[in-house]
């Protein structure tokens, strides 16, 4: 047999078009290679553009459902409205009147409602020496007050954070004691021989040092409390800001209720001391104590302090005092305004729960500070 005839390659499409320019004239190259430049510059355009159009998978999922739905055809003009005159608009007609709504009535205050029933208040005093004493004061998660001494190492710290946390504070303020050369009260105390404005002066300064406090009550004072001419001149004080006086009835013979009520000021006083005994059982007994009173009386005050064994009762009671059928509140949701006595914007709350129970005074023998 013959060889097979070799076939013949076909030139490449890029050398068969420089073959067809070779054979035309220049006027139909420029025209080409103008026609090539310009497709190639609508291609560049287009092409980007279809890449981002949104495809309808991606219209469908970014329309609002709302928007996706079919709208319902339009209503057609009756023959009588598209016969009508357009000359003016018609007025729109009113819709038909119904009876007036009767008038809500408003919600009776929540404060009210989560406080009804006997209600008892825990204050713990002498706060500001460690801030650990706040910190485990805290992690009990039992509603508490606590009264902060001015110009002690962690008062600053402590004032900062009860703030922080919502936590209502009083100003535990230094008063002078019964004892001749007894205990230092602290920092800013106010003594008997001063005269009204230095006392008054006084109790700016330490008000100054614990912002947000709702309240004053005595540390020590038992010779203080007694003075009716210092309690006046802190009475106006404590008027003057707006709060309300938490007597700790450090002695029997304290002035503090009585020089309130002279200046319509706000107040009320202790029920229990809960650890004038550190003894743990003593201080079961008292926290019971102030559960009972509370129940008896409609609302009761009792005071503690920061030492370890009643940190360490609370937290063992602390199932036992919040199913006794006791409310525990803040001790502000127990004040009173007396008759004539100014508005106390801090203690709303308190204002909201009505004609409740007036504190009791306090019985038994008091601590002498």
Request: aromatic content about 2%; hydrophobic content about 45%.
């Given at each position: 047999m013959g060889a097979r005839p070799r076939r013949r390659r076909r030139a490449a499409p890029k050398r068969r078009v420089l073959r067809w320019l070779r054979r035309q004239d220049l006027l139909t190259r420029v025209l080409a290679?103008?026609?090539?430049?310009l497709s190639v510059l609508v291609v560049a355009l287009i092409v980007p553009r279809l890449n981002d159009a949104p495809r309808p998978a991606q219209i469908a999922r970014?329309?609002?459902?709302?928007?996706?739905?079919?709208?319902?055809?339009?209503?057609?003009?009756?023959?009588?409205?598209?016969?009508?005159?357009?000359?003016?608009?018609?007025?729109?007609?009113?819709?038909?009147r119904s009876a007036p709504a009767a008038p809500r009535e408003a919600p009776a205050p929540a404060v009210a409602d989560r406080f009804a029933g006997p209600r008892a208040a825990i204050v713990i005093d002498d706060l500001g020496q460690s801030f650990s004493h706040f910190e485990q004061l805290v992690g009990?998660?039992?509603?508490?007050?606590?009264?902060?001494?001015?110009?002690?190492?962690?008062?600053?710290?402590?004032?900062?954070?009860?703030?922080?946390?919502?936590?209502?504070?009083?100003?535990?303020?230094?008063?002078?004691?019964?004892?001749?050369?007894?205990?230092?009260?602290?920092?800013?105390?106010?003594?008997?021989?001063?005269?009204?404005?230095?006392?008054?002066?006084?109790?700016?300064?330490?008000?100054?040092?614990?912002?947000?406090?709702?309240?004053?009550?005595?540390?020590?004072?038992?010779?203080?409390?007694?003075?009716?001419?210092?309690?006046?001149?802190?009475?106006a004080g404590i008027r003057e800001h707006g709060l309300f006086w938490l007597d700790s009835r450090t002695t029997a013979g304290t002035r503090g209720v009585e020089a309130a009520r002279a200046a319509g000021v706000p107040a009320l006083e202790r029920?229990?001391?809960?650890?004038?005994?550190?003894?743990?059982?003593?201080?079961?007994?008292q926290l019971r104590k102030l559960v009972k009173r509370a129940r008896a009386h409609g609302a009761a005050v009792g005071i503690g302090h920061p030492h370890p064994e009643t940190i360490a009762v609370l937290r063992e009671?602390?199932?036992?005092?919040?199913?006794?059928?006791?409310?525990?509140?803040?001790?502000?949701?127990?004040?009173?305004?007396?008759?004539?006595?100014?508005?106390?914007?801090?203690?709303?709350a308190a204002q909201a729960t009505g004609e409740g129970a007036a504190v009791p005074a306090a019985a038994g023998r008091p601590a002498t500070r």
């Open positions: 290679v103008a026609v090539l430049a970014d329309t609002p459902a709302a928007e996706r739905a079919p709208k319902p055809p339009a209503r057609r003009a009756s023959p009588v409205q598209a016969q009508a005159p357009r000359t003016h608009r018609q007025a729109p007609v009113p819709p038909p009990l998660d039992i509603p508490l007050s606590i009264a902060v001494i001015p110009g002690l190492p962690a008062s600053a710290r402590t004032v900062r954070e009860a703030s922080g946390r919502g936590i209502e504070m009083l100003l535990h303020q230094p008063m002078e004691p019964r004892e001749e050369g007894g205990k230092n009260p602290g920092e800013g105390v106010l003594l008997t021989s001063m005269t009204p404005e230095v006392t008054r002066e006084r109790l700016r300064a330490s008000l100054a040092a614990v912002p947000g406090a709702v309240g004053v009550n005595n540390h020590m004072g038992s010779r203080f409390t007694e003075d009716a001419a210092g309690m006046e001149a802190l009475m029920d229990v001391f809960i650890d004038a005994d550190v003894n743990p059982d003593a201080i079961r007994r009671m602390r199932a036992e005092l919040l199913a006794s059928g006791v409310t525990l509140v803040p001790v502000s949701a127990l004040v009173r305004s007396s008759p004539g006595s100014v508005p106390v914007a801090r203690i709303a």
